[in-house]
Each structure stands twice: as structure tokens, then as C-alpha cells.
Nanobody, 127 residues
Framework: QVQLVQSGGGSVQPGGSLRLSCAAS????????MGWFRHSPGKEREGVAA????????YYADSVKGRFTISQDIAKNMVYLQMNSLKPEDTAMYYC????????????????????WGQGTQVTVSS
């Protein structure tokens, strides 16, 4: 059973930075994709970024390109989301997720490709 434990998050002023971490255990070879999603009230959960565990290819939502960076430490079974130049609209509950996709370029943000989810961590961007 894959378990994902998140850390990081919190409150920051606009323009600030935060780093989210996700520790994975029980990871199986069949999960080839790690993603970060976010959910804010009144909106659907959306994909923020993803990374393939094998090749390290990365994918980003247009709204965060150039500001957020997803990375991984294979040896430590860790995935990170570095968030810079944060905006109030980035305020949401953030979740890491582990999944599988044969076509990550096309489907990295598809929720049902991710059967395993972290507990969520709140990010609030406000002045």
C-alpha cells in the first residue's frame, strides 16, 4: 500500500515562496507518476505539476509555469514542489498524489490516474 505524507505549506504574503514536500512509502514500480494538485473552495481539484519517476519529465499547469518547480529525490522517495512568486489565487489545499499513466504528456493532470493521495496541506497567500 502506497502512503504519501506531506509537509510544508502555511501562510505567505504575495510574492513569497513556499516549499511542499511529499514522502512516499510502499511505492511500487507500477506507479510512474507523482503529481501535485490543489483544491480551493468553489473550484474543482486541478493539477498543478507532475513528474515521471523514471525519466524525471515534468509537466505544469499554465497558471504556475515559471513560478513552481516540481522535483524528486529518488533515493529518499521524496517529491517537492517549490512555489515562488506566489499569488493570492494560489491559495488552496495542496495534495501530492502517486499514479500511473502511459501518456503523461497528455494525461498528467487526470485525477483518476492517481489512486494514492497525501493528506493535504493548506497554502494561503494573503497580504
Amino acid at each position: 500500500q502506497v502512503q504519501l505524507v506531506q509537509s510544508g505549506g502555511g501562510s505567505v504574503q504575495p510574492g513569497g515562496s513556499l516549499r511542499l514536500s511529499c514522502a512516499a512509502s510502499g511505492y511500487r514500480y507500477s506507479e510512474n507518476l507523482m503529481g501535485w494538485f490543489r483544491h480551493s473552495p468553489g473550484k474543482e481539484r486541478e493539477g498543478v505539476a507532475a513528474i515521471t519517476t523514471g525519466g524525471g519529465s515534468t509537466y505544469y499547469a499554465d497558471s504556475v509555469k515559471g513560478r513552481f518547480t516540481i522535483s524528486q529525490d529518488i533515493a529518499k522517495n521524496m517529491v517537492y514542489l517549490q512555489m515562488n512568486s506566489l499569488k493570492p489565487e494560489d491559495t488552496a489545499m495542496y495534495y501530492c498524489a502517486a499514479g500511473f499513466s502511459l501518456t503523461p504528456t497528455l494525461t498528467w493532470s487526470r485525477l483518476y490516474d492517481y489512486p494514492y493521495w497525501g493528506q493535504g496541506t493548506q497554502v494561503t497567500v494573503s497580504s
